[in-house]
């Protein structure tokens, strides 16, 4: 599909199904998901297989191709509810979202030292976000370039008018996750996607019993803060979608001081990244160095300087580039790794209590790429 029938089918959406009778509109949405799974193409067949790793061999493969098809008419209703979504009120929004451990959220943002929330391509989450700014808690995310650019400039109205701030991956000034590292530290919450990195910024992790690499960015932003860090389960539950906060994430002791800025020894500091912005421009993948100036035994950090993503439109599982790479060698690269280990559990532990919500259409784990492919996320 071209860009200019892409965007012309997203267009088309926005405009219609905000007008057009409910229950006649989710049927039909539905209804086209149940047709995609009976025509069984590689993005249902990816789903399935994915699935089958959460679900594990005990599932029969008809309960599995089940499960498939409501996985479908689940992503099916995502996007469904956001072409409607700035249609809703503030009380339809709090009517269909429920967050069970609030007082989870609220004792964090209470603190003042902001949040980082990791969480899956599950559920609704821009519902997710919208119910949080009504409630006073300020979010922010960042959201990659898509093409066409109207169908990206639609995705960033749509996001910003729920009251959600959106930071764009490229083409800013500043790096985001420098930009997120000052949104966290003012008190404000850094949502992001946070479960596939095929690139080889990604960190390998354990999830269902196989590896796969995920980014490192909330991990980082963590550890640069002092921010709890929680993972968030995301279902659907008939007409509500809801919501529980896994953690805090247990992320080790306190940070040291590099150049005046509270971070872990080693990791980067915003201020040698704006530094480093000044003298050329910023980029996805820049590289910057970092060196702990008051750590004399701390070597010199590379860090690929971007932020997390939203991913712009796509639901389907695509790569959450929080573009951090600790150098293999480093003596925080360990601790990284295992934060994003349990980012990684947490995300696994909301997944499998609600698979059907999972939207995975997108090959995840690294035994599922071609040689060529696996042989990139390590370079």
């Given at each position: 599909?071209n860009e200019r029938?892409?965007?012309?089918?997203?267009?088309?959406?926005?405009?219609?199904?905000?007008?057009?009778?409910?229950?006649?509109?989710?049927?039909?949405?539905?209804?086209?998901?149940?047709?995609?799974?009976?025509?069984?193409?590689?993005?249902?067949?990816?789903?399935?297989?994915n699935l089958r790793?959460?679900?594990?061999?005990?599932?029969?493969?008809?309960?599995?191709?089940?499960?498939?098809?409501?996985?479908?008419?689940?992503?099916?209703?995502?996007?469904?509810?956001?072409?409607?979504?700035?249609?809703?009120?503030?009380?339809?929004?709090?009517?269909?979202?429920?967050?069970?451990?609030?007082?989870?959220?609220?004792?964090?943002?209470?603190a003042g030292r902001?949040?980082?929330?990791?969480?899956?391509?599950?559920?609704?989450?821009?519902?997710?976000?919208?119910?949080?700014?009504?409630?006073?808690?300020?979010?922010?995310?960042?959201?990659?370039?898509?093409?066409?650019?109207?169908?990206?400039?639609?995705?960033?109205?749509?996001?910003?008018?729920?009251?959600?701030?959106?930071?764009?991956?490229?083409?800013?000034?500043?790096?985001?996750?420098?930009?997120?590292?000052?949104?966290?530290?003012?008190?404000?919450?850094?949502?992001?996607?946070?479960?596939?990195?095929?690139?080889?910024?990604?960190?390998?992790?354990?999830?269902?019993?196989?590896?796969?690499?995920?980014?490192?960015?909330?991990?980082?932003?963590?550890?640069?803060?002092?921010?709890?860090?929680?993972?968030?389960?995301?279902?659907?539950?008939?007409?509500?979608?809801?919501?529980?906060?896994?953690?805090?994430?247990?992320?080790?002791?306190?940070?040291?001081?590099?150049?005046?800025?509270?971070?872990?020894?080693?990791?980067?500091?915003?201020?040698?990244?704006?530094?480093?912005?000044?003298?050329?421009?910023?980029?996805?993948?820049?590289?910057?160095?970092?060196?702990?100036?008051?750590?004399?035994?701390?070597?010199?950090?590379?860090?690929?300087?971007?932020?997390?993503?939203?991913?712009?439109?796509?639901?389907?599982?695509?790569?959450?580039?929080?573009?951090?790479?600790?150098?293999?060698?480093?003596?925080?690269?360990?601790?990284?790794?295992?934060?994003?280990?349990?980012?990684?559990?947490?995300?696994?532990?909301?997944?499998?209590?609600?698979?059907?919500?999972?939207?995975?259409?997108?090959?995840?784990?690294?035994?599922?790429?071609?040689?060529?492919?696996?042989?990139?996320?390590?370079?």
């Open positions: 599909m029938v892409t965007g012309a089918a997203y267009a088309a959406g926005w405009k219609l199904v905000r007008v057009l009778p409910e229950r006649p509109v989710r049927a039909l949405f539905e209804g086209g998901a149940g047709w995609m799974a009976g025509r069984g193409g590689a993005s249902v067949r990816r789903l399935a297989a790793r959460v679900v594990g061999p005990e599932m029969s493969d008809a309960d599995l191709a089940d499960l498939t098809k409501r996985g479908l008419q689940s992503y099916a209703r995502y996007w469904y509810e956001a072409f409607r979504m700035p249609e809703w009120s503030h009380a339809e929004i709090e009517r269909r979202f429920v967050l069970e451990n609030v007082e989870e959220l609220d004792r964090a943002v209470a902001g949040v980082v929330v990791a969480l899956p391509h599950a559920g609704n989450w821009d519902l997710a976000g919208a119910w949080a700014t009504l409630h006073g808690v300020p979010v922010t995310t960042v959201a990659e370039r898509l093409k066409p650019e109207d169908l990206y400039q639609r995705f960033l109205s749509f996001r910003r008018a729920l009251g959600m701030e959106i930071l764009p991956l490229t083409g800013a000034s500043r790096p985001p996750l420098d930009v997120l590292t000052e949104r966290v530290r003012a008190g404000r919450v850094a949502v992001l996607l946070s479960e596939r990195d095929l690139s080889a910024r990604g960190i390998e992790v354990d999830f269902f019993g196989e590896r796969t690499k995920m980014p490192a960015g909330p991990a980082v932003l963590a550890l640069r803060t002092g921010a709890p860090l929680f993972g968030l389960a995301l279902w659907n539950d008939g007409p509500v979608t809801r919501a529980r906060l896994i953690g805090p994430i247990e992320t080790g002791p306190g940070s040291a001081v590099v150049r005046g800025e509270a971070v872990t020894p080693g990791l980067p500091a915003p201020q040698a990244a704006a530094q480093a912005d000044a003298e050329q421009p910023a980029a996805a993948g820049a590289v910057a160095t970092v060196a702990a100036d008051e750590q004399p035994d701390a070597t010199p950090t590379k860090v690929h300087a971007n932020g997390g993503t939203s991913d712009g439109g796509d639901r389907s599982g695509g790569d959450a580039p929080h573009s951090v790479k600790i150098e293999d060698g480093h003596r925080d690269a360990a601790r990284v790794a295992a934060v994003t280990q349990r980012v990684a559990d947490a995300l696994a532990e909301g997944i499998a209590e609600h698979p059907v919500d999972w939207h995975m259409l997108q090959p995840l784990w690294l035994a599922d790429l071609p040689p060529r492919r696996r042989r990139r996320t390590a370079d």
